[in-house]
Every structure is written in structure tokens, then in C-alpha cells.
């Protein structure tokens, strides 16, 4: 995890550019694009219990395809992001920042109820 | 984006912590919340036509809410790489390279048929 | 569409049943199963525009895909049903009263922002 | 259940028409709003063990909202089957023979890897 966000930013980007996709990422399809990847995520847990989810990553299958499904939300979280001009970096910030409010820890501390990292 | 996933990835699990809450954090269970952090982006989209969401970052109020939920998907995928012993820069560099070989440039370029970032 | 809702939950039960899959059918699972299904439906409409994917029921492998889509989220969804011993039929006449109440004529006639069928 | 298909439609269609949203209503626009109201249902089941859902419907409260979300997705599966000139019942026939044919009784009696209602 000892890579800048920018590296990724750029690599997916050229990735991009070197096949003139630009001109199909609408944000609207990255959205949805992104919300297809994390279901592909949610599908190698599909009729799996808590438990063997949990086993996945212990397998080298398990968490290469876990690892193939990461990467994909990543790359298009970063595209969304380039493309709205969004930091992301600075945007989790903020928005831990705003959680942190919502869910102060002597309110929150091992309450399930509370929690949700909304 | 000039910040090092590695302290992205400490500041959420800071706030994880101090709150005790890793105890709820099974990997299932941080799937389903990917998935439902990137419907909430999805909902930022619903009955608007393409372009009207090219336009959402161009407010405020828009670009603070995609923002907010941008770094909602972020954390949890920061959570589950952890839970899973992945490293995400990694990860997306095998990746790329994977679609590299799916999409080699002089067959994909400009060509929507042969794209989709999968 | 003349067919009781009664029918074809026996039909979907009859064929769990036969193969003896009850056993896997925990509400949570098939609770993902659904949203993997939605999300199927959405892939059909990945990097489509809003005219094309208005299209895709006008081809013969578009109509199929889709007939075969929704009938898997049908599917699911009586499964569910069943499981928690709902009365789709009721629920949805149940639905509609609230959000006639929610969504009054005369408030939201032609009126995007009022509306949201949630 | 004892409730025809084509009633369900009409009462969704009728909603739909006394508020003049059907020009807000296209197939892309309706795919979307399927997988939010399923991501819906699987926030019901966030953060809760496979235990804690299928208690779900155990409770007044849990019933209901299950039972609105469920509502909800059944519009919006009516509503795109009424776009798409689909007939739900017959789909869900076609899809059930296909699917006899991919998991046979003999081979995935009780086997869930054989399994996936897909």
C-alpha cells in the first residue's frame, strides 16, 4: 500500500487514454460500472456463509479473484473521481471527519447500533 | 491525491478501532456495505438523463455528495483489502495488466465492443 | 400476465423442492441472490445509452436477455416471499396506498422531483 | 398470492399514469431504480448475521419493511416488463425449463456448488 493515490490515478488513466476510451466514460456509466464491480465482489460470496466468506481470502484462488474485484472498484473509483474532480484522498478525510461527528467514540464505542459506516 | 494508500488505509482503520468496532467487521459483512455504499453513488444518478449527471459535479451540493460517497466506497474497500491481506496498488497493477492482454490497444481502440474495464 | 402469483411461487417452490436446495436458502442468501440478479439486469445496460437500452427490447437477443433477467429477479423474489411469508400481491396494494399518500395526484402530477416511485 | 399478474400491472401502470411519470420512465431509468430498491431489501440485512435476517419477518417492524421493499421491486419488475413488452409469467416458465436443463435433478439433488438459481 506504500504507492501514492496519484500513481494509481495515472495508471489507470493512461490505461484509458491508450485506447481512446474517454470518449465512452460518461459519469454515469462509471457509476453503474462501478456498481457492477461491487456486486462481482458480492458474487464470490454469493451462498456463502459469514464463515467461508471469511475463509476466502485464505485460499490463493480465493484471494486472487477477491484481489482481480478490489482492483476494479478501485480503477473505477478513480475514474469517477478524475472525472468529477474529486481528491480522494481529501475526500475521505472530510468524510471521516463527518463521521467521527456522527459517531463520537464515547457514544459509539462496541454499539453495533450506533456504528454503520455510513 | 498526493497521499499514500497505506495512510488512508491507517486512518480508517484508526476510526475502526477507536471505536472497537473491527468485532462487526466480517468480510461478508464489509462486502454487502461496498455494495450498498456504491448504490448510494448510483442513487446520486437515479432518474437523471447522462448528461444531467456530467452536471453533478458542477454544483456544490453535487460534488459534495458524490464526493461523500465516493470516500464511503474507499473506506470499505480499505477495510476489506485489509481483512483480506490485500494490497490494492498491487492489486491494481495486476490488474491492468491482466486487461492489458484482454484489451491489447491495437484491437480496442475506440472500440466500445471490445472495452468494458472488467 | 394471466397467471396467479400463487402459480408461479408453486412453480419456483417445485423446483427448489425437487432438487432439495431449501437447505441453502437463508433469507440473507437469498437476499444477495436478488441484488446479484438486479445487478444482471443492469449489465444488459452497461455502457448504453438511455435511446439504447430503450432498443434493446426491439431485438430478439435483447428481449430474451431481459425475459431471462427479470425472471430470475422474480424468481428470487418468491423465494423470498415465501421465506418470510409475504403476500406479494397484498404488500404491493399495501405500497401503492403509501405512496399515493406520499405522492398526492395534485402535488406530483409531471413532476420528476416529487416523484420517485419508492 | 391468489392474485393475477396483469392486476399487479395494472394497479402499478394506473399509479404510474394518474401522476403522468410515465415520460420519466425509461428502460435505463427503470433498470436502475430495480437495483436500488434490491439494494434496499439487502440494507435490511446490513451488518446482521444469517440468523439475524431470517428473524427478520419474526417481527412486526422487520415484516413490514421487508415486506414494502419487496413491493417495491415488484413495481419497478413491472414496470420494466410492461416497457419491454415482456409477459412475467411465461418468462418465468421459459427460464425454469432452461434452468431444469443447466441443473438437472439427478446431478444437483442437495448439491449447492451445482446450485445457483441463475
Redesign the interface.
Known amino acids: 500500500?506504500?504507492?501514492?493515490?496519484?500513481?494509481?490515478?495515472h495508471?489507470?488513466l493512461a490505461?484509458?487514454d491508450?485506447?481512446?476510451?474517454e470518449?465512452?466514460h460518461?459519469?454515469?456509466?462509471l457509476?453503474?460500472?462501478?456498481?457492477?464491480?461491487?456486486?462481482?465482489?458480492?458474487?464470490?460470496?454469493?451462498?456463502?456463509?459469514?464463515a467461508e466468506?471469511?475463509a476466502?481470502?485464505l485460499s490463493f484462488e480465493g484471494?486472487e479473484a477477491?484481489?482481480?474485484e478490489?482492483?476494479?472498484?478501485?480503477?473505477?473509483?478513480l475514474?469517477?473521481?478524475d472525472?468529477?474532480?474529486?481528491?480522494?484522498?481529501i475526500?475521505?478525510?472530510?468524510?471521516?471527519i463527518?463521521?467521527?461527528q456522527k459517531?463520537p467514540?464515547e457514544k459509539?464505542?462496541?454499539r453495533?447500533e450506533k456504528?454503520?459506516?455510513?
Open positions: 500500500m506504500s504507492v501514492m493515490l496519484s500513481d494509481l490515478s495508471a489507470v490505461f484509458r491508450e485506447r481512446d476510451w470518449q465512452f460518461g459519469l454515469k456509466h457509476i453503474v460500472s462501478l456498481c457492477l464491480e461491487a456486486n462481482e465482489i458480492l458474487e464470490l460470496a454469493q451462498w456463502k456463509s459469514d466468506v471469511d476466502l481470502p484471494r477477491l484481489s482481480d478490489c482492483a476494479d472498484v478501485l480503477a473505477y473509483l475514474l469517477i473521481a472525472k468529477a474532480h474529486i481528491d480522494l484522498g475526500a475521505l478525510h472530510r468524510k471521516l463527518k463521521n467521527a459517531y467514540v459509539s464505542h462496541g453495533r456504528y454503520l459506516l455510513l
